[in-house]
Antibody, heavy 123, light 110 residues
């Protein structure tokens, strides 16, 4: 059973960089056909896809956030990370990491999710 | 890319059936038979309910079904139960490398 766990500061100052890490257990982050995703949910709002990363480092970002988004992967630690720069109060949200299955055996679905972590942008 | 359009809310009585629509464009929903649906209870992470328009993961009740016609996908829940009360989100590829969610629908079981 794959499990994902987000970690990182719950409070970030405006204009600074939000940094989160997702630790994956119960399966290898290097498994072919699986991408690793960040999704956020603004308070009382819907889900917003932030981006995907493949274990070899290929990244795919939401065009609306691309200029501020950097994702990276550490296969030795079975972790992947998100950095969102120049944050404002509008970036306050619950941030989820998830596994996105899109390979030979499955197509386009988020099949495992972390529990989510609330990040508040405030001074 | 714009969010897919879902009704803000739907409701039904126990035992009834409801359908939630998810409308996109010819660039997203209309281009890919890859719409997925997620159920989210308050304070919980989303859960995959339907993938590839109409496929159910193991463990998901057969009361949940999906379909698509043109640029609109639909999620139908038959035999409504109290535990089905939640928010539901659709998701589709918007291009070969990007994804888009719907705005979400709150299902109330009366």
């Amino acid at each position: 059973q794959v499990q994902l766990q987000e970690s990182g500061p719950g409070l970030v100052n405006p204009s600074q960089t939000l940094s989160l890490t997702c630790s994956v257990s119960g399966g290898s982050i290097s498994r072919s056909g699986y991408y690793w995703s960040w999704i956020r949910q603004l308070p009382g709002k819907g889900l917003e896809w932030i981006g995907n990363i493949y274990y070899i480092g290929n990244t795919y970002y939401n065009p609306s956030l691309e200029s501020r988004t950097t994702m990276s992967v550490d296969t030795s630690r079975n972790q992947f990370s998100l950095k969102l720069s120049s944050v404002t109060a509008a970036d306050t949200a619950v941030y989820y990491c998830a596994r996105y299955c899109n390979g030979d055996s499955c197509y386009s679905r988020f099949d495992y999710w972390g529990q989510g972590t609330l990040v508040t942008v405030s001074s | 890319q714009s969010a897919l359009t879902q009704p803000a809310s739907v409701s039904g009585s126990p035992g009834q059936s409801i359908t939630i629509s998810c409308t996109g464009t010819s660039s997203d929903v209309g281009s890919y038979n890859l719409v997925s649906w997620y159920q989210q209870h308050p304070g919980k992470a989303p859960k995959l309910m339907i993938y590839e328009v109409s496929e159910r993961p193991s463990g998901v009740s057969s009361r949940f079904s999906g379909s698509k016609f043109g640029n609109t996908a639909s999620l139908t829940i038959a035999g409504l139960q109290a535990e089905d009360e939640a928010h539901y989100y659709c998701c589709s590829p918007a291009s070969i490398s990007t994804l888009v969610f719907g705005g979400g629908t709150k299902l109330t079981v009366l």
